[in-house]
């Protein structure tokens, strides 16, 4: 494997990038040409990304991100000198606020998109340039690193998007060492309620969670933390609701939140739901007017997080 640092990160050259999201297996290039192995996706991990990789879907990330940033980073700190993996960073709109969270830590950062990473480099690159970083272009499922090799696991927003969860946490619970902690993060859109109520709306939500079903995901997965922590063999397991409530008394949230995170994140589903025969452009067009009317006057939104944090024994 090689790595850069943050102070140095460059774009990784990939010629083939279609092929991660196709999930094919091939050798990888390093941003210094080395080339650092193949490439793939064995049975139950999740070949696409139902929200996208667009332009807009990388703004919107960031949005999250830095309106939740106290609501899903509170108590989340590791000492300085930690090994700590953050495991799919994206475009690394929370592996800047994990290191400013946890400065001194040595963090290394890994997501099967290339073109992601190559995001994530910079944006760690401008925000947090003495930051210890290191990247690695692969996947979760395997690897590289030897058992026991990290004190701390990030996970955030990833469980949701594979079709084994438990095998995805078995591959990660190898390379976490005895003793040390696993942090997941998770959301679930059955905890969405908001005023005014709409039947049109809501259907427009529920093919959000059909769309991610049908991609080998789960867009319910916040409920299932502790099971699932449990059965991939962690102790001392906590998992706790992380809750988000806009109205007009907030209207940083209902700008941050409500609109540019989670209406942004169901509309940005709208091809797909029209693909798959899911709904029409009319009925879905007006579960999305009607999301919007949430975050206007008299209206109220409410969503649910949950933060798990675990135990290697």
């Known amino acids: 494997m090689t790595t850069t640092t943050a102070k140095t990160a460059t774009a990784t050259t990939d010629p083939a990038t279609a092929a991660d999201r196709a999930g094919t297996t091939r050798p990888t290039t390093s941003p210094t040409g080395t080339t650092t192995g193949a490439l793939a996706y064995p049975t139950g991990s999740a070949t696409g990304y139902v929200h996208g990789y667009s332009e807009t879907e990388a703004r919107r990330l960031g949005d999250q991100a830095n309106t939740l940033v106290e609501l899903l980073h509170a108590g989340t700190a590791y ?6 993996l953050e495991v799919g960073c994206g475009v690394g709109a929370q592996t800047v606020h994990l290191l400013a ?6 963090l290394t950062a890994v997501d099967v998109s290339a073109d992601s990473l190559a995001q994530a480099r ?3 690159a401008a925000l947090a340039p003495g930051a210890r970083v290191d990247w690695h272009h692969g996947d979760l499922h395997r690897l590289p690193f030897v058992d026991g090799d990290f004190d701390h696991l990030f996970v955030c927003f990833v469980l949701e998007h594979l079709a084994d969860p438990p095998a995805a946490l078995a591959a990660l619970r190898r390379v976490l060492k005895p003793g040390g902690t696993i942090t997941v993060v998770e959301g679930d859109h059955g905890s969405t309620f908001f005023h005014p109520e709409s039947a049109a709306a809501r259907a427009t939500v529920d093919h959000l969670v059909r769309l991610q079903s049908l991609a080998g995901g789960d867009g319910l997965i916040g409920r299932r933390l502790h099971p699932l922590l449990t059965g991939a063999g962690f102790r001392d397991i906590t998992v706790r609701p992380r809750t988000v409530y806009a109205d007009g008394s907030r209207p940083d949230l209902v700008e941050g939140f409500t609109r540019r995170t989670f209406i942004a994140m169901v509309e940005s589903a709208r091809a797909e ?3 798959a025969g899911l709904t029409t452009a009319e009925e879905f067009d007006r579960g ?3 999301l919007h009317r949430t975050a206007e006057q008299g209206g109220t939104f409410h969503y649910t997080f949950f933060k798990a944090l675990a135990v290697r024994p």
Do not use: E, N, W, Y
């Open 101 to 106: 969270g946890s400065p001194g830590i040595h």
């Open 273 to 275: 739901a029209l693909a």
């Open 79 to 84: 000492p300085p000198g930690s090994r700590v």
């Open 288 to 290: 999305i007017a009607d």
């Open 122 to 124: 910079t944006h760690v």
